[in-house]
């Protein structure tokens, strides 16, 4: 069976690996000069730098893909586990650890905002886990369920332990319920914020991102863009083929089923099948032609999920202990995500996301240069034009005043620094308007309006962040993963 795999993104990585160990003869396309989609190096100053995911979790994901071709990930990538989960520092004041070991997280949380918030963060660590072990068979690496379906899967004998899971709260009301101290709030909803969302929006369910984090950070040698090129040479050991610099024009429909693609340049491959690695709303503006579109909807602007600004880095930094991922806050957390989600601003005061890239396992010597990602959350309307040049500057430098606050000092000018803003994003990933993450899950439900991994067209499946089980770099493999399931169930049954 010849498939097309359109998008080299972690999806789309994932299934064309277990496609062409099933024996598919698989043509991996994208339209970007190498893979990885959002795991994208950035160039400055002759150095790449990571300018998309950074924080690499559910390691057992990736293990599983390798192990099922017969290899180990370790032979193809060096990681190491992070001690320290993140540094945070407030600029009201305040500075917190959070570690791998929860013990240790306890302790910093008591020193920082005394006994009972020490322990309402076990009692939550508690939660995190047990909704992640209702929901990790039964949704993260399933088919999409509906709601009806995921009661099934969990069991009625254990409807107790969906209804913890609180998709009826938000994040922020539940996370009101562990902690007293307004900074631990903010720092346990950012967790929302790696889904797109906005912790005053999404469900306390989002809550399990925590756990995934407490079950492995990991660092990268070569960071996160060398992960994708592992998948890539995973995938070529399993014969699949790829080809970059090349977009598709049109998945080719005839007859109510796929027949092939067509490339801008008019070349035509035929296919049996297409997986589609995109962002879906791409399919839903009729991007890829109009017959694919069937069964897809565009996502409405307002269902997007978060945008940002990044700024990629090569600079001495000096005054603050920078450890590999910081998060710098500032006051008002409500007020930021109301700007992005309903006046479609970046806040007066935004939080800041630093990952220093060469510390955690590494250090970097006095005064060096080194590498390093901003980011701030921005709305997803880059399909409106890029953002004033003036008002850019001004969020550029308020971020760097809440970090000069905090007490880092970074020399970052034009020469050294490379932005992206909603509008660059939307560029490099088509149909998005810069929109991070598909679809906000906001909402009891929202997580369940992405579509599962088959289109409505014969042939078409769906893989990556935009589609179920969700974003991130995992969950992106996962949907990959259950792309080429469905798809070579599919085939036996035809
Ligand atoms: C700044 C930033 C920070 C993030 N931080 C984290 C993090 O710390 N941890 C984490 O786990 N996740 C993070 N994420 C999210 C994570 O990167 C994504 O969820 C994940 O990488 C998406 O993978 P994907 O499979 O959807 O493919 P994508 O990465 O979206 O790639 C899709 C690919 O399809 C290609 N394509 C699209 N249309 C066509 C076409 N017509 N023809 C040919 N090619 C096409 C594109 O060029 C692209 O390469 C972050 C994302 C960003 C941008």
């Known amino acids: 069976m010849r498939v097309v795999v359109i998008g080299a993104g972690m999806g789309g990585l994932a299934a064309a690996t277990d ?42 994901i990736f293990s599983g893909l390798f192990e099922d071709c017969g290899r180990r990930l370790d032979e193809f990538v060096e990681l190491y586990a992070a001690e320290t989960l993140a540094r945070h520092a407030w600029r009201r004041g305040g500075r ?23 322990r309402g963060y076990k009692a939550f660590v508690a939660r995190s886990t047990d909704i992640f072990a209702t929901l990790k068979d039964s949704f993260i ?15 009625l004998s254990r409807i107790d332990a969906l209804w913890r899971t609180m998709p009826w709260a938000t994040m922020w009301q539940a996370l009101g319920g ?13 967790y929302a914020t790696y889904c797109g969302c906005s912790p005053f929006l999404a469900p306390a369910t989002l809550m399990l991102v925590a756990h995934v984090e407490q079950d492995g950070v990991w660092l990268v040698k070569g960071g996160m863009k060398r992960v994708a090129e592992a998948i890539r040479e995973l995938a070529e050991t399993q014969g699949a083929r790829f080809r970059f610099g090349t977009e598709a024009a049109e998945i080719i429909v005839e007859g109510g089923r796929v027949i092939g693609v067509r490339l801008m340049d008019g070349e035509r491959i035929e296919a049996e099948a297409v997986v589609f690695n995109g962002d879906v709303a791409a399919l839903g503006q009729g991007m890829l032609g109009e017959r694919a579109r069937r069964g897809v909807r565009d996502t409405p602007r307002a269902a997007r999920s978060l945008s940002a600004i990044t700024w990629c880095v090569k600079a001495p930094t000096g005054g603050f202990p920078l450890t590999h991922h910081n998060v710098f806050f500032a006051e008002d957390y409500a007020e930021e995500f109301d700007a992005v989600f309903r006046r479609r601003q970046v806040t007066a005061a935004p939080t800041v996301y630093l990952c220093a890239q060469d510390r955690g396992h590494g250090e970097v010597a006095a005064g060096a240069a080194e590498r390093m990602l901003l980011l701030v959350n921005a709305p997803p309307d880059g399909d409106r034009g890029e953002p004033d040049p003036v008002v850019l500057r ?19 000018d034009s020469r050294n620094s490379v932005t992206t803003t909603p509008a660059g994003f939307h560029r490099l990933f088509p149909g998005t308007g810069g929109a991070l993450y598909g679809r906000a899950s906001h909402g009891a439900t929202g997580t369940f309006a992405r579509p599962g991994a088959k289109g409505g067209v014969k042939g078409l499946y769906f893989a990556g962040g935009s589609v179920h089980p969700g974003p991130g770099i995992p969950m992106a493999a996962m949907s990959g993963r259950l792309a080429a399931a469905k798809l070579l169930e599919d085939s036996a049954t035809r």
């Open 141 to 155: 690496a399933g088919q999409r369920p509906s709601p009806v379906e995921l009661v099934r899967r969990v069991g």
């Open 19 to 60: 496609l062409a160990r099933r024996g598919a003869e698989v043509t991996v396309l994208d339209r970007a000069a190498s893979a990885g989609g959002k795991a994208r190096h950035v160039m400055v100053d002759g150095v790449g730098i990571d300018g998309g995911p950074t924080v690499f979790t559910m390691r057992w």
């Open 178 to 190: 562990y902690f007293t101290d307004p900074r631990l709030r903010q720092l346990f909803g950012r």
């Open 96 to 118: 917190l650890d959070l570690f791998a070991d929860v013990d240790r997280s306890a302790d910093a949380i008591g020193a920082f905002a005394g006994a009972a918030d020490a």
């Open 394 to 412: 001004d969020i550029e430098a308020r971020s760097l005043g809440l970090l000069h606050d905090c007490g880092l000092e970074i020399a970052m």
